[in-house]
């Protein structure tokens, strides 16, 4: 059974760092993708980040690009988002999604399993 647990949320000031935990289970990163979205009230989920199953290529949305950076640990089952120079637009509540089969890497309707999300709210 797939499960996907994010942590690491939490209230920031403008160009503060965050690092989001995304706990697996059921999988392996040799197998599986892995994002990260956010979305805000009454918004659309926007793809952020993705770390492809099996060859570890990465992929980001160009407005997070070069700010945040997705990595991933098997022996932990975890993925993170390290987030740097964060600005209040980035204020969401960020989920971590998984599939197996990808090809839009960034598109939400790619992703099977999601978790419950946490806020990350960047104010000063």
């Known amino acids: 059974q797939v499960q996907l647990v994010e942590s690491g949320g939490g209230s920031v000031p403008p160009g503060g760092s965050l690092r989001l935990s995304c706990a697996f289970s059921g999988f392996t990163l040799d197998s599986y993708t892995v994002a990260w979205f956010r979305q805000a009230p009454g918004k659309s989920r926007e793809g952020l980040a993705c770390l492809s199953g099996g060859d570890g290529s990465t992929y980001y949305a160009d407005s997070v690009k070069g700010r945040f950076t997705i990595s991933g640990d098997n022996a932990k089952s975890t993925v993170y988002l390290q987030m740097n120079s964060l600005l209040p637009d980035d204020t969401r509540v960020y989920y971590c999604?998984?599939?197996?089969?990808?090809?839009?890497?960034?598109?939400?309707?790619?992703?099977?399993?999601w978790g419950q999300g946490t806020q990350v709210t960047v104010s000063s």
């Open positions: 999604a998984a599939a197996r089969t990808v090809v839009a890497h960034l598109a939400d309707y790619e992703y099977d399993y």
